[in-house]
């Protein structure tokens, strides 16, 4: 295990997320407990893939890949050194070259049996607000069509850290993790299934029953 990713997550996240944010969390059972397994979720914030990391047991770690764009965290520098060695993060190419497949690096890392962290809508969106979801998660799911996808809706993060805002705001959290999706066969299904399924859980956060 990389001991600096787990000083990391133990000293500083584990503690913001849990400790000075506060999460609340709805259906945790369906978090996948190994990989191969792509988790799905909205993104308003630089938090969210790692409020999802600490959801998991610290022995997977290493398995935890978040995928991001390359063009803003694969720029060199200390911002580079960290989202690779620390994040473990996927570097994705969103304007690739013609002919280049962009998602090569994600398919070793399921073909390897590690949880990828995949936000659909592509770039972070405004606070609480669902953008259109791209349909490149629909081709890793027709490419792994064994491999479970489980979509997840975080509420509050937007607030916390918003685009744009380096001060993070104390705002408690909510993650709601839906059923896993399976690939049946038709790309324009799938992508309805996914966003139906965000909407469910991002109406549960509203119901009187929530707590």
Known sequence: MNILQWL??????????HIVMGMNIRHRERLPVAGPAIVVANHNSHLDALVLMTLFPLRLLPRLRPVA??????????????????????????????????????????????????FPEGTRGKPETLKELRSGIAHLAKRHPAVPIVP????GLGKALPPGEALLVPFFCDVFFGDPLAWAGDRDHFMRQLEATFHTLADEGHRPDWT
């Open 8 to 17: 990391f997550f133990v000293v500083v996240v584990r503690p913001l997320a």
């Open 69 to 118: 764009a390359a063009d803003y965290f694969c720029r060199g520098g200390f911002r580079e050194s960290f989202a690779r060695k620390i994040i473990h993060i996927i570097p994705l190419e969103r304007h690739p070259q013609p002919g280049k497949d962009p998602f090569v690096e994600v398919d070793a890392a399921l073909t390897n049996g590690d949880i990828v962290i995949l």
């Open 152 to 155: 997840v809706f975080l509420h």
